[in-house]
């Protein structure tokens, strides 16, 4: 099955600490990545996991849902 999100992790300026991100094809067809604020590889893993079961299933974000007054 081929892996939907894929993980890459950049090296900070000081080269001590490292950030990950997830890069995938959005509901349109477009690439998107998402920077995750951490460098914990365990909990990382769960969080792509959690994007490829939310893209297997079609999960859909909402709309901005702005209130007008007419």
């Known amino acids: ?22 890069r995938y094809e959005g509901e349109n067809g477009k690439r998107k990545w998402e920077t995750l604020g951490h ?3 365990r909990k990382v893993e769960r969080q792509r996991a959690q994007k490829e079961k939310e893209l297997r299933m ?3 974000e909402p709309d901005s849902m702005r209130l007008r007054i007419s």
């Open 1 to 22: 099955m081929k892996q939907l999100v894929k993980l890459h992790k950049r090296p900070s300026r000081d080269g001590q600490r490292v950030t990950f991100f997830l």
């Open 39 to 41: 460098g914990d590889q």
């Open 58 to 60: 079609g999960y859909i």
